[in-house]
């Protein structure tokens, strides 16, 4: 699932080639240490599969890429916005996705949070029996009218076993999201209260699950939501299986697809296609990382203890998984020359550090790689979803530019500044 050295492939797309190639012929590089550059073009077939096969609404996770451009390119695929806070809340609701498909998911919704957005008729899936409290208190002031339009749902965790990364897993017994499957009475009085509770939310966390881990959590769920149906006149119709399908960052290969999530779902989970619910998911990684790259400028290199060292400008500010929870989540990367043209031969056991100030700052480490001089280039695949949402603040390092590359018109538009020394002090002001 995660990047396993022996099994990297050293594949570099075509649009990756050719991207860089003109990126350097057109001087993006003597005013920007590193961009970040999006291939549009993989992403909206990535999001018409999804759309095609799946039904029902399928939202992006925002906190994966909450950048404007890349958000309003969602809505025009067709997509709603998964969002786990009240800032990603807004900031999707700026980029213009209806509320009516944007899913309220924080385990930590304030009452004016939640006063908020069941004002602006948000999907909400409740994540705990305190705030179920605080949103029956506000649902208790609304009209008959306002009560009927409101779709809440409960997020259940189906307590089932971690996958391969115990830090991304959010269905086991223990953990801290959602309302276990063990309070299944108190589940069934909720929504014998509450009429608005109408859907149910799962979400088992995000990479390193299987897709029959996920279907067998649902399968769970699913047993619980037909016997509330049961008892309450089937009163839930929309089924929310959330996000994590895991990304396989070894090789330029997208698996599984979404065409292969939904065909197993359909043999699993037939329901969820016969029209008794509405289907929502809410990818991230799946929809975005393999669409974007990382690349930086190497600024400069040394050998150090006979190891051939390469300092580059994307490092522990830009893939914080990468470098602090070192070696689960090593990435893919491809030397090119200073005039854009990719590297071979001649491999060396080589580190690629990154810019910050502490030692385990190094994005790659013993890794066989051509020789790298100063001013050529490193491009870290699979960068698209949770690098620029994550970007750190240690060092004061900033953010950078980043451009998109049409693969049929070969051009490259600048879809979102680099961050200014100016802001970067701002957020420390
Ligand atoms: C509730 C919920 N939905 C969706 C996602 C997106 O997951 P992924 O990017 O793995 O598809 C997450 C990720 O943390 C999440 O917590």
Redesign the pocket.
Known sequence: MIANESSFSYDCLDWKKESIKKAVEEGIFKENDYVMMYNLDEFRALAKEACDNLKGLQTM?V??NPVMNLMKEAIKCGLGA?V?SFGELKIAERAGFEPSKIIF?SPIKTRRELEYALNIGCVI?VDNFEELETIEEIVSTFTQEKKDSLVLGI?INPQVDAGTLTD?S?GVPTSK?GIGIQHKDKIIDAYRRNKWLKGV?I?I???GFEIDSISSAAVKVMELTKEINTLLNKQITFFNM?????VNFDTEQSKPTFTDYANHLKSILPELFNGDFLLIT??????WAKCGVVISNIEYTKSSGDRAIAVCHSGANMHIRTVYQFPLWKLRVTIFDKNGIRKHGDERMTDIAGPCCFAADVLVKERMLPPILRGEYVMVHDCG??MISAYSHYNLRLAPPIYSFDVNTKKIELIKKGETIEEKIQFFS
């Open positions: 996770a906190k994966c998964e786990a998911d899936n997020r991304l959010t999201f939310h979400h966390g995000s990479q959330g996000g994590g399908l895991s809410e990818f991230g990684r799946s929809y979803a949770y």
